[in-house]
Structure formats: structure tokens, C-alpha cells
């Protein structure tokens, strides 16, 4: 077992190192400039869309399988909780406030990625042989190349290899983990392995329905769960309103001096303020991962 970990560890000090983070921030700002600071210039007309959209949640123009709403419901669902609550904790301990600089940064620059994503993901959508409609990363990759290639089937094959890793671990397990310790913790009497079965069987029950009932199930959930966030997170805020100039103050000045949570040299608090930042920032939005 204590091999197991070394060898993940080993493996996420190269997925999540300096240089691959820095590539896929300079990636970002490329693709941001090409699309004309998309993320910002159409900031209001995208938010009148989404906004519409929920006003036509009942409604499904157009051709696909599920609404615009239920749509938008389950690309969040992904992102909301494990991603926005305990990812930008866990950047704060580990890297200090300086970290949520880099989060917000990371997160901002991507959003050019993810809109590119999901326009290349409609676009190159298919239908399988139960005549639902199939997208994501996959289609388009194979379609980058010429039809046939043996290096875009390769890569498309790779990348959805990558994807089901990704699902098992920077998903499932982390959300399995955090409901799991967070159930515990309030009521130590239940075993941590009921909670994942509990939570296994409940999963099932919902993803072996096909993306039109995980739409089902997340288009009524997802408000709900965003409004319970919102208040707790508000609550918290007011609760400790004294200390929010002090807050706000530290996350951009230590995101510069290098000063960490538990202390430590300042190059090498900076870096990890800077290495967690960013990460924490791409796993709470999922830029680049083809999921939305």
C-alpha cells in the first residue's frame, strides 16, 4: 500500500508541476486573445442567456436530449461543492490566501478553454445507435485529424482512457471522501464504508439512467443545492464581517510575497501558493477537461 502511494504521489508531482500548470495557463491566455477576451467582452450577454435559460427550463429547442436548464444544471453539478468549498480550502491551508489569487486567475483565464470546449462539442456531437446524442472531447479530437488517423483515433482514445481515470479519482473519490469524513464527523457512530455504500447505490440508481435522468435529477438538486451554498457561504461572511478588509488584503498581497499558511521559506511558499492556486482553480471549473 505504502508503494501505491508513493507511486500516485510521484504521479501527481509531474501531472500538477510548475511547468505543466504554467503551460496550460499560457494556453489559456493564447486562446483568450484569439477569442478576444470572449470570457470578458460577453461577460453580460452571457449571463442574459443563462439567466434566460432558467426562465425555459421546461422548454427544449432545438435538437438534443435535454433542456438548456438541465443541461446547465449538470455541467455544475460537477464543479459545485468538492470544487468551490473544499478545493479553495484545502488551497488556503496548503498554500495560504496568497493561493486564492491564483485560484480566481486560473479559473478566469480558463473559462476561454471551456467555452471552446463545449462550442467544439456540439458542433462535433454524433448520435449512437439508440439515436442519442454523443459529444465531448473525443469527437473532436478524432475530427482534428483526417478521417481515419491512426494518431487522432490514438489520441481520442487516450484522452477519453484519461477521462474515466479522472472520473474515478479527481471525482469520485474525492466527493466519495469529503461527504463521506464530512457525515462522519457529525456522527462518528456511522461507519464510513455504510456512508460509501449508501452513496454508491444512490449513484447508480441515478448515472445507470443515462444523461437524461442525471439532467433529471440535477435540474431539480442543483438550484437547490447552489441556494444552501449561497446562504451558508453569505452567513459565514457576515458572521465574521470584521475580518473581511483583512481577508481580502492578505489573498492579494501574499499571492505576491510568498508568505504561507504554515510558514516557510518565501520562494518556495510562493510557488506552492502559486502551484496549489492554479490547480485548485482548473479542478473547481474543469478547464481543459472536456467535461461540460
Known amino acids: 500500500m505504502e508503494a501505491l502511494y508513493d507511486f500516485i504521489g510521484h504521479l501527481n508531482s509531474l ?15 493564447f486562446v483568450s486573445v484569439k ?24 422548454e427544449n429547442k432545438g435538437e438534443g436530449d435535454v433542456s438548456a436548464f438541465a443541461a446547465l444544471t449538470t455541467a455544475m453539478s460537477s464543479t459545485l461543492g468538492v470544487g468551490t468549498l473544499v478545493g479553495t480550502t484545502t488551497a488556503i491551508v496548503v498554500g495560504g490566501a496568497g493561493a486564492v489569487f491564483w485560484m480566481m486567475f486560473a479559473g478566469l483565464f480558463s473559462m476561454a478553454i471551456k467555452f471552446g470546449e463545449i462550442v467544439l462539442a456540439v458542433h462535433y456531437r454524433e448520435k449512437n445507435v ?13 475530427h482534428a485529424f483526417k478521417d481515419g488517423s491512426p494518431v487522432g483515433k490514438f489520441l481520442a482514445g487516450f484522452f477519453a482512457f484519461s477521462t474515466v481515470l479522472a472520473a474515478f479519482t479527481l471525482g469520485n ?10 457525515i462522519h464527523s457529525g456522527f462518528p457512530q456511522v461507519p464510513l464504508y455504510g456512508i460509501g455504500a449508501v452513496t454508491a ?4 440508481l441515478v448515472i445507470l439512467g443515462g444523461i437524461t435522468r442525471i439532467a433529471q435529477v440535477a435540474e431539480k438538486t442543483v438550484p437547490a443545492m447552489t ?29 505576491f510575497n510568498g508568505r504561507a499558511a504554515a510558514g516557510g521559506a518565501a520562494g518556495a511558499a510562493l510557488a506552492a ?3 496549489i492556486g492554479i490547480t485548485r482553480g482548473l479542478l473547481s471549473n474543469e478547464g481543459g477537461m472536456g467535461s461540460a
Open 173 to 182: 473519490m474525492i466527493q466519495g471522501q469529503s461527504l463521506a469524513s464530512a
Open 130 to 142: 439508440n439515436g442519442e446524442w454523443t459529444g465531448g472531447p473525443f469527437y473532436y479530437i478524432k
Open 201 to 204: 447505490i444512490i449513484v447508480a
Open 15 to 29: 501531472v500538477w508541476s510548475l511547468p505543466v500548470l504554467f503551460a496550460f495557463v499560457a494556453v489559456s491566455i
Open 35 to 58: 477569442l478576444k477576451w470572449l470570457q470578458f467582452t460577453k461577460f453580460n450577454y452571457a449571463m442574459k442567456q443563462t439567466f434566460g435559460k432558467l426562465l425555459e427550463k421546461n
Open 273 to 275: 501558493a502559486i502551484r
Open 227 to 255: 441556494v444552501v451554498m449561497f446562504i451558508a457561504c453569505l452567513t459565514a461572511i457576515i458572521m465574521n464581517f470584521a475580518n473581511v478588509p483583512y481577508a481580502v488584503t492578505s489573498i492579494f498581497t501574499n499571492a
